[in-house]
């Protein structure tokens, strides 16, 4: 899941929370004023909560860092490739992908031009309607009978539909949207809803924004003495003046109903703002979960470039104060290693020494090591923030140490400090034939002449089961091996599967694989263990 489509999945399962949770406590009261905060809050924290970074204090929290892991398990596949993946053709999922996005993207432009529409229109009819000051107060006379209206500072009214004290109510009611700047809610209410069309809970949410408005109208309409049942009787009069409100605030919008009752019910009292403060917990909640799923996703994300043997997870870690200069934890160009994660691996692979009393006590486990990436650069204060055993946090911390020079990260083009973690596997898997078989050693096996080799191998190779092509059977087959001492594969097995001609034609070609450049730890060559996905895909 890329990190676009993961903000903009957070954001509208905000936007269904928050309507639920507005209809569950504050739909029914009368604190008008502090209910507009709470709606314009929704769509303004429903939109930036995802950007709240708490990983680090997640990373802290000894239950959470399980959930962590629990949730990057399941949304990460089984393992990855040593080498990349082998693709044999264009997917039809990803034709759908296209498909949805045009989709959606069709229906959005449509949203923004009916948008610019009713704007434009609303700046026509000001500029063709005449301006004149009616009791003291500036508006536009509209030349044919309709409902008056308002938007940000215009005023729309056709004075000889009404006697002289609707009139009155009429210019109370719309001086409130004027003077409170309603229409800004109203404008940014309609934004949101055109980038999330597709979300019933945004639409609703907009409505409930409007509503709102006309309750404040109308109670100030109230508040300024008008008499009540008078005041309500000229807003059923008007009902058969009906406009489309949209971007403007109409006097007679077709909720009447709803007004008359808001008018007639009695006032909430104060002490129920409390529950105003329920909503802190939900937001926290949201926050939580949020950063979980990013947390989860970095270690997707990243995993899915290194070999299986090697799990590598780049973590963010937060701002901190130095002496001097301020250590960053997300900046806008992240500090990379030189030639990539892949060379990251390779290089942890390279210089890691499994020591011998972790070997003997067959201890193995991950230890997370964060460190410095300074705006030289130069790898600077490693420290275990994890440990499982001595000698293997000894071992990190050198090779965390060993590290050349990498990019530096940079904030607004320039070189700063960023504080990385990551977590380094050492692993010793089952015993076989009397000998341990090895996940991590000093040298990896390989294929001979590289990784480019393999997957011309695997390409050339691969012949796609008749039976899958007929039912359009696709997807990933994950298998495992042993690369002997020698180099040959043996025990080669399906990890995750997807139907049987797959698999068996997965477990073919895997056996078919000349001999490999054995893995090597302390000099000599040793039995390891490789896990590698291959993937069939229909034209």
């Known amino acids: 899941m890329s990190p676009e489509f ?32 709470i709606l314009l809050a929704f769509f303004a924290l429903a939109l930036i909560y995802p950007l709240f970074n708490i990983q680090d204090w997640l990373k802290a929290q000894e239950p959470m860092a399980e959930v962590i892991l629990i949730y990057s398990s399941m949304i990460t596949p089984a393992a990855t490739p040593a080498s990349g993946e082998v693709v044999t053709a264009f997917a039809w999922k990803d034709l759908l992908h296209i ?95 055109i980038v999330c069309w597709f979300n019933p809970f945004v639409w609703l949410l907009k409505r409930e924004v409007r509503h709102n408005l006309e309750y404040l109208a109308d109670n100030r309409v109230l508040e300024s003495g008008y008499d009540s049942r008078s005041y309500q009787y000229h807003l059923l009069g008007l009902a058969h003046h009906s ?22 019910k009695k006032r909430s009292k104060g002490i129920n703002r409390t529950k105003y403060l329920t909503f802190i917990p939900l937001l926290g909640a949201l926050m939580v979960l949020s950063n979980i799923e990013a947390l989860a996703r970095i270690a997707q994300d990243v995993g899915h470039a290194l070999p299986p043997s090697a799990p590598l997870v780049v973590e963010e870690a937060t701002a901190e104060e130095q002496i001097n200069e301020q250590i960053f934890a997300v900046v806008e160009q992240m500090p990379q290693f030189p030639q990539g994660d892949a060379a990251l691996v390779t290089f942890i692979n390279n210089n890691l020494h499994y020591p011998k009393d972790a070997v003997e006590k067959e201890v193995d486990g991950r230890v997370m090591v964060s460190f410095i990436v300074g705006s030289d650069g130069m790898v600077r204060n490693p420290e275990v923030v994890s440990g499982i055993f001595p000698s293997l946090d000894a071992e990190a911390i050198r090779v965390v140490s060993e590290m050349p020079k990498w990019e530096p990260g940079r904030q607004r083009g320039k070189a700063v400090n960023v504080k990385y973690t990551i977590p380094i596997q050492f692993r010793l898997a089952e015993k076989e034939r009397g000998e341990a078989v090895f996940t991590v050693v000093e040298k990896m096996p390989h294929y001979p002449a590289g990784d480019a080799a393999l997957l011309k191998f695997i390409g050339n190779s691969i012949k ?8 359009g059977i696709q997807g990933r087959v994950v298998v495992s091996f042993v690369v002997e001492k020698d180099g040959s594969i043996v025990d080669a097995e399906v990890v995750r599967g997807q139907d049987p001609s797959l698999d068996r034609e997965a477990l073919r070609v895997v056996t078919s694989m000349p001999k490999w450049v054995p893995g090597e730890q302390r000099g000599k060559p040793v039995r390891v263990k490789y896990t590698m996905p291959i993937q069939f895909r229909l034209q």
């Open 243 to 264: 406009h489309s409100a949209h971007l403007y605030n109409s006097f007679n919008v077709l909720h009447l109903k709803n007004r008359i009752g808001m008018m007639n």
């Open 99 to 193: 498909g949805l996005w045009f989709a959606y993207g069709a229906l959005a432009l449509f949203f923004i031009v009916r948008f610019t529409t009713q704007l434009i229109s609303i700046l026509w009819l000001a500029h063709k309607s005449k301006k004149e000051l009616l009791q003291g107060t500036p508006v536009h006379r509209l030349r044919k009978p309709a409902g008056p209206f308002s938007f940000f500072k215009l005023i729309f009214i056709h004075p000889e539909s009404h006697t002289e004290p609707e009139l009155d109510e009429i210019l109370t009611h719309e001086k409130t949207h004027v003077g409170q700047w309603h229409s800004l809610d109203v404008i940014f209410s309609e934004l949101v809803a």
């Open 6 to 37: 993961a903000y903009f999945l957070k954001v509208n399962v905000a936007f269904a929370l928050f309507y639920a949770f507005y209809r569950l406590f504050f739909y029914k009261d009368t604190f008008f004023k502090l209910r507009r905060t």
């Open 464 to 471: 796609y089961p008749i039976i899958a092509q007929e039912n």
